[in-house]
């Protein structure tokens, strides 16, 4: 097991490093420079930035300056927030989205998993239409539309919430991490919802179930004792990547609610030619889908003997 | 099936115990107020759209950066009360020119400190001007500098000896400013974030004159002489900027403090309006306008803006280089329907360049809605009905409104003129790139005035000027600005500027659009935040009235 751990980690180098390459190379394919404004700067003093930043030097030199700093964990100088690094932006901006996934992966683990549960457990009658008719209309409504709806709900129709804004914000007993959670949390609680309800009704046919229904074991038992374990692993499988989604932020949850967190450094560093946080936000949130895939490969294993080796 | 119920309830209950246990220490920022709090402890709550660059003014671009900059620091003079053309002392508390407005001399106040507690010095003035003309610093907006004698020769390079440069401390407290010619609206153009002073302590404590994004701008590092001073910055959030005791005018500033907040979505800001974290929005979405009219005029306030929206033509391209041709496109566009119909915030169609509101210079009232005679300039260029006319693209960056402008302009010529032009839309970036290389039919343009004087919208027309992207240059129209430019009668020097407006607009190298306005939500409880057209708010005279007093 541990060797297996290691060795996935290990890859982790050559998969960052291939994922640094193209970005790399093709971030700086894209027209428009970081320097360009409505406002023309005179090409002097483009020059003088390009130089200033070591944009002049051939694409290899930058290429092999950046492999070389990257090796010192130095990410680089940051051209929006031009006072701080790469590696600031992300230590600032990181915690938050890390407090805001978090919370929106346990509301959409209980939540989905619960639904799932409900809805397997009652094949075909009320229970089961009723919250999958829910998760249905969560998957179909995009987070840009729920989060106006909450703010309005819970921010100026109940003064609940902040509608935007996150630092020294004084509300209860909604903190600003709660409706950016939710609406997060929801949108992934409906897949859940829908996946666990697969994986339990497919448990739920097997053999070993009828034999212990035979056996006058109660449904609850059923359930949550025989059925759950093995009716979860489609879901940990999803977990995994769904759970480094949810930490990596969202543009559109971070717009909608102003929340500072890393999803929008990394859009806009796109938009705003901000070379070195595009490759910083890159590498780290290829580092979180490795390491969190591994996570659940490591859970599914320890949850179902058959797929250990 | 009851336990995991009971499981889910008693984490819910546990989480919002913990945020109720969590209040006593969030209530400790002191930045977390509601308006009616906001109004009795006197913070403004803003916001200025999106997130500062930077808040060092000599690398700071924007409107926005401008906007914080403000606050905290303070140049030569200051925007009064009721506009920026009517300044009040700042740094200096009387000036003098010679008679062409070429020699300017500052005599700085009594009293004016850093907010380090050291005073400011006429020496300050010249090491920023220095730290502006460094080639190797990179400022953006040096050229703005150029109007000083010596300035473009050491920013080249060809003197490298700043005493030569026309900007002296006569003494700590005299400032003798040289100009290369009359220039009139040098007390304009001082306000803006490239004439504004730095602390040369700050600067060097933390690089040399010439580095970069240096930590001086950080909050526990900036160092201003304005009426406000930094507390905290949070990017992407607010910045909180609170009284400065040292600023030497401090008896009058009213305010305790402000919150700039950066939100970028205009759907988000009027949230918070509603919800009562702000008192001003920057903008208002423009499908809000209409039921913020009925149901809430008192809140919305528009106010007359220096900018003006414009189609850049490329006039090399066939058959745009004919001005006919140019001039029937203009023609044939109605630009009330596009003011009235799809931005609804009063904005004036443009009939001239330089838009109103430039003191003495008078707007231009030269192209209007006229379909026959633009039906019959095309004629006359060959496209009689418009046939044979070639396909042309409007390119523009991606925004609903450009596009809804573009589509009502594009139906417009099918109409009036009968000819096909095509929309392609580009990302921001990307799109500045096709323009400032000139790979456009037509372009999708604005530009916002920097200072109170219409050179600041008519010099970028001149041959082979950075910003002129279209091709067009005309040695008359460049002679003009020349001439204007070692005029000193300001009377006169208007008139030779007028002329070289209606120059261009004979040769139109331009779709005139519209003047802008400046739409956003205020509070009632905010005072004294009079219509400028600059939009440059001098914060000390701004004020807040707590519900009492407003009732009253």
């Given at each position: 097991?541990?060797?297996?751990?290691?060795?996935?980690?290990?890859q982790?180098?050559?998969?960052?490093?291939?994922?640094?390459?193209?970005t790399?190379?093709?971030?700086?394919?894209?027209?428009?420079?970081?320097f360009?404004?409505e406002?023309?700067?005179?090409?002097?003093?483009?020059?003088?930035?390009?130089?200033y930043?070591?944009l002049?030097?051939?694409?290899?030199?930058?290429?092999?300056?950046?492999?070389?700093?990257?090796?010192?964990?130095?990410?680089?100088?940051?051209?929006?927030?031009?006072?701080?690094?790469?590696?600031?932006?992300?230590?600032?901006?990181?915690p938050?989205?890390l407090?805001?996934?978090?919370l929106?992966?346990?509301?959409?683990?209980?939540?989905?998993?619960?639904?799932?549960?409900?809805?397997?457990?009652?094949?075909?009658?009320?229970w089961?239409?009723?919250?999958?008719?829910?998760?249905?209309?969560?998957?179909?409504?995009?987070?840009?539309?729920?989060?106006?709806?909450?703010?309005?709900?819970?921010?100026?129709?109940?003064?609940?919430?902040?509608?935007?804004?996150?630092?020294?914000?004084?509300?209860v007993?909604f903190?600003?991490?709660?409706?950016?959670?939710?609406?997060?949390?929801?949108?992934?609680?409906?897949?859940?919802?829908?996946?666990?309800?697969?994986?339990?009704?497919?448990?739920?046919?097997?053999?070993?179930?009828?034999?212990?229904?035979?056996?006058?074991?109660?449904?609850?038992?059923?359930?949550?004792?025989h059925?759950?374990r093995?009716?979860?692993?489609?879901?940990?499988?999803?977990?995994?990547?769904?759970?480094?989604?949810?930490l990596?932020?969202?543009?559109?949850?971070e717009?909608?609610?102003?929340?500072?967190?890393?999803?929008?450094?990394?859009?806009?560093?796109?938009?705003?030619?901000?070379?070195p946080?595009?490759?910083?936000?890159?590498?780290?949130?290829?580092?979180?889908?490795?390491v969190?895939?591994?996570?659940?490969?490591?859970?599914?294993?320890?949850?179902?003997?058959?797929?250990?080796? | 099936?009851?336990n995991?119920?009971?499981?889910?309830?008693?984490?819910?209950?546990?989480?919002?115990?913990w945020?109720?246990?969590?209040?006593?220490?969030?209530?400790?920022?002191?930045?977390?107020?509601t308006?009616?709090?906001?109004?009795?402890?006197?913070?403004?709550?803003?916001?200025?759209?999106?997130?500062?660059?930077?808040?060092?003014?000599?690398?700071?671009?924007?409107?926005?950066?401008?906007?914080?900059?403000?606050?905290?620091?303070?140049?030569?003079?200051?925007?009064?009360?009721?506009?920026?053309?009517?300044?009040?002392p700042?740094m200096?508390?009387r000036?003098?020119?010679?008679?062409?407005y070429?020699?300017?001399?500052?005599?700085?106040?009594?009293?004016?400190?850093?907010?380090?507690?050291?005073?400011?010095?006429?020496?300050?003035?010249?090491?920023?001007?220095?730290?502006m003309?460094?080639p190797?610093?990179?400022?953006?907006?040096?050229?703005?500098?150029?109007?000083?004698?010596?300035?473009?020769?050491?920013?080249?390079?060809k003197?490298?000896?700043?005493?030569?440069?026309?900007?002296?401390?006569?003494?700590?407290?005299?400032?003798?400013?040289?100009?290369?010619?009359?220039?009139?609206?040098?007390?304009?153009?001082?306000?803006?974030?490239?004439?504004?002073?730095?602390?040369?302590?700050?600067?060097?404590?933390?690089?040399?004159?010439?580095?970069?994004?240096?930590?001086?701008?950080?909050?526990?590092?900036?160092?201003?002489?304005?009426?406000?001073?930094?507390?905290?910055?949070?990017?992407?959030?607010?910045?909180e900027?609170?009284?400065?005791?040292?600023?030497?005018?401090?008896?009058?500033?009213?305010?305790?403090?402000?919150?700039?907040?950066?939100?970028?979505?205009?759907?988000?800001?009027?949230?918070?309006?509603?919800?009562?974290?702000?008192?001003?929005?920057?903008?208002?979405?423009?499908?809000?306008?209409?039921?913020?009219?009925?149901?809430?005029?008192?809140?919305?306030?528009?106010?007359?803006?220096?900018?003006?929206?414009?189609?850049?033509?490329?006039?090399?391209?066939?058959?745009?280089?004919?001005?006919?041709?140019?001039?029937?496109?203009?023609?044939?566009?109605?630009?009330e329907?596009?003011?009235?119909?799809?931005?609804?915030?009063d904005?004036?169609?443009?009939t001239?360049?330089?838009?109103?509101?430039?003191?003495?210079?008078?707007?231009?009232?030269?192209?209007?809605?006229?379909?026959?005679?633009?039906?019959?300039?095309?004629?006359?260029?060959?496209?009689?009905?418009?046939?044979?006319?070639?396909?042309?693209?409007?390119?523009?960056?991606?925004?609903?409104?450009?596009?809804?402008?573009?589509?009502?302009?594009?139906?417009?010529?099918?109409?009036?003129?009968?000819?096909?032009?095509?929309?392609?839309?580009?990302?921001?970036?990307?799109?500045?790139?096709?323009?400032?290389?000139?790979?456009?039919?037509?372009?999708?343009?604005?530009?916002?005035?920097?200072?109170?004087?219409?050179?600041?919208?008519?010099?970028?027309?001149?041959?082979?000027n950075?910003?002129?992207?279209?091709?067009?240059?005309?040695?008359?129209?460049?002679?003009?600005?020349?001439q204007?430019?070692?005029?000193?009668?300001?009377?006169?020097?208007?008139?030779?500027?007028?002329?070289?407006?209606?120059?261009?607009?004979?040769?139109?190298?331009?779709?005139?659009?519209?003047?802008?306005?400046?739409?956003?939500l205020?509070?009632?409880?905010?005072?004294?935040?009079?219509?400028?057209?600059?939009?440059?708010?001098?914060?000390?005279?701004?004020?807040?009235?707590?519900?009492?007093?407003?009732?009253k």
């Amino acid at each position: 097991m541990i060797k297996i751990i290691v060795g996935r980690l290990l890859q982790l180098i050559p998969v960052l490093w291939i994922i640094l390459t193209l970005t790399f190379f093709m971030s700086k394919e894209v027209p428009g420079g970081p320097f360009s404004a409505e406002r023309q700067a005179t090409p002097e003093v483009i020059a003088r930035l390009n130089a200033y930043y070591g944009l002049d030097k051939p694409l290899w030199e930058q290429y092999l300056g950046y492999l070389g700093k990257l090796a010192r964990f130095d990410l680089g100088p940051s051209y929006t927030y031009q006072s701080e690094s790469v590696n600031e932006v992300i230590a600032r901006s990181f915690p938050i989205s890390l407090q805001i996934g978090t919370l929106a992966f346990c509301i959409a683990a209980v939540f989905g998993i619960t639904a799932g549960v409900i809805a397997a457990a009652n094949k075909n009658r009320l229970w089961d239409y009723l919250p999958m008719s829910f998760s249905m209309l969560g998957i179909c409504l995009p987070t840009f539309v729920l989060g106006p709806i909450l703010a309005l709900l819970f921010g100026l129709v109940l003064r609940l919430a902040p509608v935007s804004g996150w630092h020294g914000l004084n509300y209860v007993p909604f903190h600003p991490m709660i409706m950016p959670a939710v609406t997060l949390g929801l949108f992934y609680a409906a897949y859940i919802a829908r996946l666990t309800r697969g994986g339990m009704l497919d448990i739920l046919s097997q053999d070993f179930i009828r034999t212990a229904r035979a056996k006058g074991v109660p449904d609850h038992q059923i359930i949550l004792k025989h059925a759950l374990r093995g009716g979860l692993l489609p879901v940990v499988a999803f977990l995994g990547p769904a759970f480094a989604g949810l930490l990596s932020g969202s543009f559109v949850v971070e717009k909608v609610f102003n929340v500072p967190g890393i999803g929008q450094e990394f859009i806009k560093s796109v938009f705003n030619r901000d070379y070195p946080l595009v490759l910083g936000t890159v590498a780290f949130f290829g580092i979180l889908i490795v390491v969190f895939n591994l996570a659940s490969d490591i859970l599914q294993a320890l949850m179902d003997p058959k797929s250990r080796k | 099936m009851k336990n995991l119920f009971l499981a889910v309830t008693l984490a819910l209950c546990v989480g919002i115990g913990w945020f109720w246990v969590r209040r006593g220490t969030l209530t400790e920022n002191g930045y977390s107020l509601t308006l009616r709090e906001a109004n009795e402890h006197k913070i403004l709550l803003i916001t200025v759209g999106s997130e500062p660059r930077t808040l060092d003014p000599q690398e700071a671009q924007g409107v926005t950066e401008h906007h914080i900059v403000m606050a905290m620091i303070e140049g030569l003079v200051a925007p009064g009360i009721d506009g920026e053309s009517k300044v009040v002392p700042g740094m200096a508390d009387r000036w003098e020119h010679n008679e062409d407005y070429s020699v300017w001399t500052f005599h700085l106040g009594e009293r004016r400190k850093w907010s380090d507690g050291e005073p400011v010095k006429a020496g300050d003035f010249v090491f920023s001007y220095k730290r502006m003309l460094t080639p190797s610093f990179g400022a953006q907006y040096a050229e703005n500098l150029f109007i000083l004698k010596g300035a473009e020769d050491y920013y080249s390079g060809k003197i490298t000896d700043f005493d030569q440069v026309g900007v002296k401390a006569l003494d700590d407290r005299t400032l003798r400013i040289d100009l290369v010619g009359p220039t009139p609206y040098l007390l304009s153009l001082v306000q803006h974030d490239s004439w504004l002073p730095v602390c040369p302590t700050a600067i060097l404590k933390f690089g040399n004159i010439d580095t970069r994004d240096s930590k001086w701008t950080r909050a526990e590092n900036y160092v201003g002489n304005g009426p406000f001073k930094m507390k905290s910055w949070h990017p992407n959030d607010v910045i909180e900027v609170v009284r400065n005791p040292l600023y030497w005018d401090a008896a009058s500033v009213k305010l305790n403090g402000i919150n700039f907040y950066s939100i970028e979505n205009l759907n988000t800001q009027e949230r918070a309006f509603q919800a009562g974290q702000l008192h001003k929005t920057d903008q208002v979405p423009l499908d809000k306008v209409p039921y913020y009219r009925r149901t809430h005029p008192e809140l919305l306030r528009i106010d007359p803006y220096e900018g003006v929206y414009f189609y850049r033509i490329n006039v090399v391209r066939k058959p745009l280089d004919n001005p006919k041709i140019r001039l029937a496109l203009n023609l044939a566009v109605d630009r009330e329907a596009i003011v009235k119909n799809i931005l609804r915030e009063d904005q004036k169609p443009a009939t001239g360049y330089t838009p109103p509101g430039m003191g003495e210079y008078e707007p231009l009232n030269k192209i209007t809605y006229d379909p026959a005679r633009a039906r019959q300039l095309l004629a006359e260029a060959g496209y009689p009905n418009g046939k044979g006319f070639p396909r042309f693209i409007i390119h523009f960056n991606t925004l609903e409104s450009h596009r809804a402008i573009a589509e009502a302009i594009q139906q417009m010529w099918k109409e009036e003129l009968n000819i096909n032009v095509a929309l392609e839309n580009q990302e921001w970036k990307v799109y500045l790139d096709t323009q400032n290389n000139k790979n456009y039919d037509l372009s999708r343009s604005a530009w916002i005035g920097d200072f109170m004087d219409p050179v600041t919208f008519l010099s970028m027309w001149t041959t082979g000027n950075g910003n002129n992207n279209t091709n067009w240059g005309n040695p008359k129209f460049d002679a003009l600005i020349e001439q204007a430019a070692r005029t000193g009668d300001p009377a006169h020097r208007f008139q030779i500027l007028h002329d070289a407006e209606d120059l261009f607009l004979s040769d139109l190298p331009i779709v005139l659009v519209y003047w802008y306005t400046n739409a956003y939500l205020l509070q009632p409880s905010v005072q004294n935040w009079n219509p400028l057209v600059l939009g440059n708010h001098n914060y000390k005279f701004i004020d807040l009235k707590s519900e009492r007093e407003l009732a009253k």
